[in-house]
C-alpha cells in the first residue's frame, strides 16, 4: 500500500514535471510570424504572387503602376525590339523582397539591398500607387491563405516603411 502511494506520487510528480518542462519549452519559442507565414518557401510564394500581381496591374488600361515600374520594365522586357539592357533585373528584386521579408518576420535570412529610402528615392512613388501595391500584396497573402492575425502582423511591417517609400 505504501509503495502504491509513493508509486502514484512519483508518477504524478513526473507528468508535471514533463507537462512543466514541455510547456516551457513551446513558451521560450513561440514560432515567428517567418515560421507561420512558412519559412523561405512561404514568404518567398508570398512574394512571387505580390509580384505577378503587381505586373498584371502594369498591363491594365490607365494602371497606376506602370508609370514607377517603366524603367525596370523597359530594362528587362527591351524598347522597341531592342535586346533588353537589364534581364535578371527583376529576379534581383524578387530575391532581395523575400530577403528583407525573411529577415523582418524574424527568420534567417539577411536583406543585402538598399534602403528603403534609397531604393525609392527618384520614383515619386504616390500614396495611391503605395495604397495599389498593398492592395497587390492583399491578394498575393489570400491567395497564400494567410490569417487575418498574420496579414495583420505583416501590415505592420509593411506600413513602417510607407514614409520611406512615399514621396521621395
Ligand atoms: C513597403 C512597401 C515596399 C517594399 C517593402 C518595397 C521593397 C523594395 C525592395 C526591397 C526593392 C529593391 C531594392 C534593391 O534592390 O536594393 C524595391 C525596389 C523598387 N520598388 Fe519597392 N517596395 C515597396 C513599395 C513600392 C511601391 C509602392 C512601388 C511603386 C508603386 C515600388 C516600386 C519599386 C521599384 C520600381 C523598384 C526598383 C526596381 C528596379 O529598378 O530595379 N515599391 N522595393
Known amino acids: 500500500m505504501k509503495n502504491s502511494v509513493l508509486f502514484t506520487a512519483l508518477m504524478l510528480a513526473g507528468g508535471l514535471f514533463v507537462s512543466s518542462c514541455g510547456k516551457e519549452e513551446a513558451e521560450a519559442t513561440p514560432p515567428t510570424l517567418y515560421d507561420r507565414l512558412g519559412k523561405t518557401e512561404g514568404v518567398a510564394k508570398i512574394v512571387d504572387g505580390l509580384i505577378a500581381n503587381v505586373g498584371a496591374e502594369t498591363a491594365t488600361p490607365n494602371s497606376v503602376m506602370l508609370r514607377s515600374h517603366k524603367p525596370m520594365l523597359d530594362a528587362i522586357n527591351g524598347v522597341n525590339g531592342q535586346a533588353p539592357t537589364d534581364p535578371t533585373r527583376l529576379q534581383r528584386l524578387r530575391n532581395h523582397v523575400v530577403d528583407q521579408l525573411g529577415e523582418a518576420t524574424g527568420g534567417p535570412l539577411t536583406y543585402k539591398g538598399?534602403?528603403?529610402?534609397?531604393?525609392?528615392?527618384?520614383?515619386?512613388?504616390?500614396?495611391n500607387e503605395f495604397a495599389v501595391w498593398r492592395t497587390q500584396l492583399e491578394k498575393s497573402l489570400n491567395d497564400n491563405k494567410v490569417s487575418e492575425a498574420d496579414k495583420a502582423a505583416l501590415y505592420v511591417i509593411i506600413d513602417k516603411m510607407h514614409d520611406d517609400v512615399v514621396n521621395h
Open 114 to 127: 538598399k534602403s528603403m529610402l534609397a531604393a525609392h528615392t527618384g520614383m515619386a512613388v504616390t500614396n
